[in-house]
């Protein structure tokens, strides 16, 4: 099992490290002879320096038994804890955008390649924020990490116990919540330029029936061949570059 507090390979540490959030120890194997195994890591060694983090030598089980058996590079980054926001400071930050809020949910999803990519896109898109459920969830863990390409060290994630009382709460902030789901109406039919939450639901069972209950609209992208279903992290990246073009060319039915 991942522990969240590890965050492994050579860009998903540097990204955090450029973030500026808080570090502890940085692990770096090294060869029977001294030397480092894993090659350019200097400036995430002097990154550590200057942030006052401390710099351990391993050997290569060590570093296995830290990250689960998860992919290295020969590096790992022990960091106090995964630092969570308010839904309140992510509508916090979008006001100092002087712009319409852009949030997503992840209702469930249990596949941290799957969050990691969600959260990759969300990051690249300019999405204000993201919020996961506590429980029945992917953790922020190294493979979340990884798989984001350190994406995760940037964009403000969230933790809620219940999303049924999140998106009411985002409702009274004049945002518009759209659940995807299959038998939903076209995503390109909607209006994406106010504020917007895209809820996006797990790998297997979509949305839950409290929350697509909560959603102002159910959008779906439409499938055209014999599969009938996307993988969550691609669904999700269709919409929101779907909010992306709308907010950046004004047209909204193209």
Known sequence: MENENIICG?????????????????YVQKRSDGTSSAGGV??????????????KDCDAVKLNVLTGEARHDGLALVIPGTEYVTADDILRLSAEKNQAPFIIIADE????????????TAEAAGADGLIIPKRRSAGIN??????????ASHLKICREANLSDV????????????????????????????????VIGSEGNGLRRL?????????????????????????????????????QSGVINA
């Open 142 to 151: 190294s493979t979340v990490h990884s798989t984001s390409a350190g994406a």
């Open 109 to 120: 999803i249990t596949d941290p390649h799957n969050l990691g990519a969600l959260i990759r």
């Open 42 to 55: 200097g400036k995430h060694i002097a990154l550590v320096k200057q942030k006052g983090g401390v710099i």
């Open 211 to 247: 929350v697509r209950e909560n959603c102002d609209v159910v959008v779906a992208v439409p499938m055209y061949g014999k599969i009938n279903s996307l993988n969550a992290s691609v669904c999700g990246g269709i919409l929101m570059y779907e909010v992306v073009r709308q907010r």
């Open 167 to 198: 998106i009411s709460r985002l409702k009274k902030s004049g945002v518009w919540i759209y659940g995807a789901e299959a038998d939903g109406e076209p995503y390109y039919k909607q209006d994406f330029t106010g504020g917007t939450c895209l």
């Open 10 to 26: 050579k860009n998903a540490v540097l990204e955090y490290l450029l973030s500026g959030n808080p570090i502890d120890t940085l």
